[in-house]
T-cell receptor, first 109, second 116 residues
Framework: LAKTTQPISMDSYEGQEVNITCSHNNIATNDYITWYQQFPSQGPRFIIQGYKTKVTNEVASLFIPADRKSSTLSLPRVSLSDTAVYYC??????????FGTGTRLQVFP | AAGVIQSPRHLIKEKRETATLKCYPIPRHDTVYWYQQGPGQDPQFLISFYEKMQSDKGSIPDRFSAQQFSDYHSELNMSSLELGDSALYFCASNRNLGGLVTDTQYFGPGTRLTVL
């Protein structure tokens, strides 16, 4: 499984766009990039998943450059309720989730 | 939509006691995963079951055992509890379409176990 590196924490204000970058230099050819969100004392929640280029859903966008050695989760116009820990996971031929150290996002009013 | 159900939500035990955590997956989901999250830690995979058979095993102590029943619910049995077992225990489920990371897992609300 590819090792991932994310910032430990980020701060933002309501209404701003937040971009969280994850490095995964040894990503394998078949690996997908998946992001989960976790609120305090709650189970992780799937946000978005992608393989290359750009993926967008109603919650976020995921940007993946051509070399796929990094990815960026983009949260548009964050609100206080987006305060959470965000995990970047990389893998394919496995269904167990290996969580690294996520990014603690704090949104201020 | 129905979600993963875990019971109990909170559990307090003494050292050396036993505990049983239950997980009821989303209907038609055939795979269950257990994760442990200690205070200030990231979730750690413990064990998973597919169609009532153990499919994968992570850092689960020998004192713990688990199984999946015919109705697909799962139970995590923990014996000789230690202070370090105090954690949030999450169950997740999905419908196995190949055992791949693309089979999105849906997590339950967790059981908070406190060992005194």
């Amino acid at each position: 499984l590819a090792k991932t590196t994310q910032p430990i924490s980020m701060d933002s204000y309501e209404g701003q766009e937040v971009n969280i970058t994850c490095s995964h230099n040894n990503i394998a050819t078949n690996d997908y990039i998946t992001w989960y969100q976790q609120f305090p004392s709650q189970g992780p929640r799937f946000i978005i998943q992608g393989y290359k280029t750009k993926v967008t859903n109603e919650v976020a966008s995921l940007f993946i450059p051509a070399d796929r050695k990094s990815s960026t989760l983009s949260l548009p116009r964050v609100s206080l309720s987006d305060t959470a820990v965000y995990y970047c996971l990389v893998g394919f031929n496995t269904d167990k989730l290996i969580f690294g150290t996520g990014t603690r996002l704090q949104v201020f009013p | 939509a129905a979600g993963v159900i875990q019971s109990p939500r909170h559990l307090i035990k003494e050292k050396r006691e036993t505990a049983t955590l239950k997980c009821y997956p989303i209907p038609r989901h055939d795979t269950v995963y257990w994760y442990q999250q200690g205070p200030g830690q990231d979730p750690q995979f413990l064990i998973s079951f597919y169609e009532k058979m153990q499919s994968d095993k992570g850092s689960i102590p020998d004192r713990f055992s688990a199984q999946q029943f015919s109705d697909y619910h799962s139970e995590l049995n923990m014996s000789s509890l230690e202070l370090g077992d105090s954690a949030l225990y999450f169950c997740a489920s999905n419908r196995n379409l190949g055992g791949l990371v693309t089979d999105t897992q849906y997590f339950g609300p967790g059981t908070r176990l406190t060992v005194l």
